[in-house]
């Protein structure tokens, strides 16, 4: 476990995939393949841009469709502001305030990205966490 405090708020987060509880687990990496394959900022647009200009110029029809299916995804969650980096950090996190979160659903991980928001945690924190259990995922 680690406790990050951002903005006087206290966030305890699972620090290990090890130490994740099944569900939670199904829950981060189910986000997680969002997030790679998908993903819900304009990064991850202009990448699908960039695929379907290649599949298109090597005249390969079947994966620019998929492509423009995951770009117009990424799209619709982007729009939706749907964010699957916080997500994957909600479905990471235990307590915040000392406040208990179990509700794994995408509901569930939406209220606690709202609550989340409210520690005005910034991008960089965010990203900086989620690089640190990434690494330790790929390390497993």
Request: glycine share 6%; hydrophobic share 35%; charged share 25%.
């Amino acid at each position: 476990m680690k406790v990050l405090t951002v903005n006087g708020s206290k966030i305890e987060l699972f620090y290990s995939i090890d130490e994740l509880p099944m569900t939670r687990y199904q829950a981060m990496q189910k986000q997680l393949l969002q997030d790679v394959y998908v993903g819900s900022d304009f990064a991850a647009i202009s990448k699908h841009f960039n695929k379907l200009d290649f599949y298109l110029q090597n005249k390969k029809i079947a994966e620019a469709q998929q492509e423009r299916m995951n770009m117009h995804n990424g799209m619709y969650m982007q729009l939706n502001e749907y964010n699957t980096s916080m997500r994957i950090m909600c479905a990471m996190i235990k307590k915040i305030d000392g406040k208990e979160f179990n509700d794994l659903t995408d509901e569930g991980l939406d209220r606690v990205s709202g609550i989340l928001g409210k520690t005005e945690i910034t991008k960089g924190e965010l990203e900086q966490y989620l690089a640190e259990v990434k690494k330790k995922l790929t390390l497993s």
